[in-house]
Protein backbone atom coordinates (compact mmCIF):
# COMPACT_ATOMS: atom_id res chain seq x y z
CA UNK A 1 0.00 0.00 0.00
CA UNK A 2 1.59 3.26 -0.71
CA UNK A 3 1.23 6.37 1.15
CA UNK A 4 -0.34 4.04 4.09
CA UNK A 5 0.57 5.87 7.99
CA UNK A 6 2.06 3.09 9.74
CA UNK A 7 -0.27 2.54 13.11
CA UNK A 8 0.55 4.02 15.89
CA UNK A 9 1.01 1.66 18.80
CA UNK A 10 -1.28 2.84 21.63
CA UNK A 11 -1.21 0.69 24.95
CA UNK A 12 -1.45 1.23 28.59
CA UNK A 13 1.87 -0.07 30.18
CA UNK A 14 2.38 -2.07 34.11
CA UNK A 15 5.70 -0.65 34.50
CA UNK A 16 6.55 -1.11 38.65
CA UNK A 17 4.60 -1.56 41.70
CA UNK A 18 6.09 -1.43 45.40
CA UNK A 19 4.28 -1.79 48.70
CA UNK A 20 4.49 1.14 50.95
CA UNK A 21 2.55 0.30 54.19
CA UNK A 22 1.69 -2.88 55.45
CA UNK A 23 0.47 -2.89 59.03
CA UNK A 24 -0.70 -6.59 60.49
CA UNK A 25 -2.05 -6.67 64.10
CA UNK A 26 -3.41 -9.77 65.93
CA UNK A 27 -3.72 -12.07 67.74
CA UNK A 28 -3.53 -15.99 67.51
CA UNK A 29 -6.05 -17.97 66.53
CA UNK A 30 -8.12 -19.55 68.94
CA UNK A 31 -10.42 -22.02 66.79
CA UNK A 32 -9.63 -24.13 63.36
CA UNK A 33 -12.65 -22.99 60.84
CA UNK A 34 -14.10 -19.78 62.90
CA UNK A 35 -16.79 -17.91 60.55
CA UNK A 36 -15.84 -14.16 61.05
CA UNK A 37 -18.29 -11.19 59.38
CA UNK A 38 -15.01 -9.06 57.97
CA UNK A 39 -15.45 -5.27 55.91
CA UNK A 40 -13.07 -4.93 53.16
CA UNK A 41 -12.75 -1.07 52.14
CA UNK A 42 -10.47 -0.23 49.03
CA UNK A 43 -9.58 3.61 48.77
CA UNK A 44 -7.28 4.89 45.59
CA UNK A 45 -6.01 8.19 44.31
CA UNK A 46 -3.47 8.58 41.31
CA UNK A 47 -1.41 11.54 40.71
CA UNK A 48 -0.48 11.92 36.95
CA UNK A 49 4.02 12.43 36.74
CA UNK A 50 6.07 14.31 34.53
CA UNK A 51 6.97 11.72 30.78
CA UNK A 52 8.43 12.25 27.75
CA UNK A 53 6.63 13.25 24.84
CA UNK A 54 3.36 11.68 23.66
CA UNK A 55 3.78 9.83 27.11
CA UNK A 56 1.17 9.92 29.93
CA UNK A 57 2.71 8.27 33.02
CA UNK A 58 1.09 7.97 36.22
CA UNK A 59 1.76 6.69 40.15
CA UNK A 60 -1.85 4.61 41.37
CA UNK A 61 -1.87 4.24 44.96
CA UNK A 62 -4.58 1.68 46.27
CA UNK A 63 -5.21 1.23 50.42
CA UNK A 64 -6.41 -1.91 51.37
CA UNK A 65 -8.43 -1.96 54.77
CA UNK A 66 -9.29 -5.40 56.21
CA UNK A 67 -11.22 -5.57 59.67
CA UNK A 68 -13.92 -7.17 61.77
CA UNK A 69 -16.07 -4.57 62.72
CA UNK A 70 -18.27 -5.44 66.13
CA UNK A 71 -16.33 -8.54 67.11
CA UNK A 72 -14.02 -7.79 70.13
CA UNK A 73 -12.34 -11.35 69.57
CA UNK A 74 -11.41 -10.87 65.76
CA UNK A 75 -8.73 -12.58 64.83
CA UNK A 76 -7.08 -9.43 63.24
CA UNK A 77 -6.73 -6.29 61.22
CA UNK A 78 -4.89 -5.64 57.85
CA UNK A 79 -4.23 -2.44 56.80
CA UNK A 80 -2.04 -1.70 53.12
CA UNK A 81 -0.96 0.92 50.56
CA UNK A 82 0.43 -0.18 47.48
CA UNK A 83 1.49 1.61 45.07
CA UNK A 84 2.17 1.33 41.12
CA UNK A 85 3.76 3.31 37.77
CA UNK A 86 1.67 2.98 34.86
CA UNK A 87 2.31 4.95 31.48
CA UNK A 88 0.38 5.28 28.03
CA UNK A 89 1.63 5.70 24.98
CA UNK A 90 0.31 8.63 21.94
CA UNK A 91 -2.26 7.42 20.41
CA UNK A 92 -4.39 6.45 24.00
CA UNK A 93 -7.47 8.36 24.72
CA UNK A 94 -7.94 10.67 27.61
CA UNK A 95 -11.54 8.91 28.41
CA UNK A 96 -9.80 5.76 28.41
CA UNK A 97 -7.12 6.65 30.18
CA UNK A 98 -8.83 7.88 33.29
CA UNK A 99 -10.36 5.09 33.31
CA UNK A 100 -7.67 2.47 33.32
CA UNK A 101 -6.16 4.95 35.99
CA UNK A 102 -9.22 4.92 38.07
CA UNK A 103 -10.48 1.41 38.16
CA UNK A 104 -8.30 -1.31 36.00
CA UNK A 105 -5.02 -0.17 37.67
CA UNK A 106 -6.10 -0.54 40.72
CA UNK A 107 -7.36 -3.95 40.33
CA UNK A 108 -3.93 -4.74 39.18
CA UNK A 109 -2.46 -3.55 42.26
CA UNK A 110 -4.57 -5.40 44.64
CA UNK A 111 -3.36 -8.75 43.02
CA UNK A 112 -0.17 -7.66 43.54
CA UNK A 113 -1.24 -7.39 47.51
CA UNK A 114 -3.26 -10.85 47.72
CA UNK A 115 0.04 -12.92 47.90
CA UNK A 116 1.94 -10.56 50.09
CA UNK A 117 -0.81 -10.11 52.45
CA UNK A 118 -1.28 -13.71 52.58
CA UNK A 119 2.10 -14.85 53.88
CA UNK A 120 2.07 -11.83 56.24
CA UNK A 121 -1.24 -13.75 57.98
CA UNK A 122 0.16 -17.16 57.70
CA UNK A 123 3.45 -15.72 59.89
CA UNK A 124 0.82 -14.64 62.31
CA UNK A 125 -0.64 -18.07 62.17
CA UNK A 126 -3.83 -17.31 60.09
CA UNK A 127 -5.19 -18.82 57.38
CA UNK A 128 -7.20 -16.08 55.72
CA UNK A 129 -6.72 -14.96 52.02
CA UNK A 130 -7.72 -11.97 51.13
CA UNK A 131 -10.74 -12.26 49.28
CA UNK A 132 -10.85 -12.41 45.19
CA UNK A 133 -13.01 -9.55 44.08
CA UNK A 134 -14.22 -7.73 41.54
CA UNK A 135 -11.90 -4.60 42.00
CA UNK A 136 -12.81 -2.62 39.34
CA UNK A 137 -16.89 -2.78 40.11
CA UNK A 138 -16.18 -2.19 44.01
CA UNK A 139 -14.18 1.41 42.53
CA UNK A 140 -16.34 1.94 39.40
CA UNK A 141 -18.09 4.93 40.10
CA UNK A 142 -16.38 6.25 42.95
CA UNK A 143 -14.70 8.84 43.49
CA UNK A 144 -10.79 8.89 43.75
CA UNK A 145 -9.12 9.61 47.62
CA UNK A 146 -6.90 12.63 47.42
CA UNK A 147 -6.07 12.07 43.58
CA UNK A 148 -4.75 15.40 41.75
CA UNK A 149 -6.77 16.08 37.94
CA UNK A 150 -4.40 16.50 34.97
CA UNK A 151 -2.92 20.22 34.53
CA UNK A 152 -2.61 20.81 30.67
Known sequence: ???????IRSEFQFLDYWMERLTYAGRPPVESGAQYQYSLNLERSHV???????V?????RLGVSLTFPGDEKAPFELT??????FEATAGYS???FDRMCLVNAPALLYAQLRPVS?????DG???????L????AMLDGAPPVGGRERED
Do not use: K
Not at 1 to 7: D, E, K, L, R, S
Not at 80 to 85: C, K
Open 48 to 54: ELEAPEG
Open 56 to 60: RRVEV
Open 94 to 96: PEL
Open 80 to 85: ATVAGL
Open 1 to 7: MTGAQPA
Open 125 to 131: GHTFVLP
Open 133 to 136: VNVA
Open 118 to 122: RIVLA
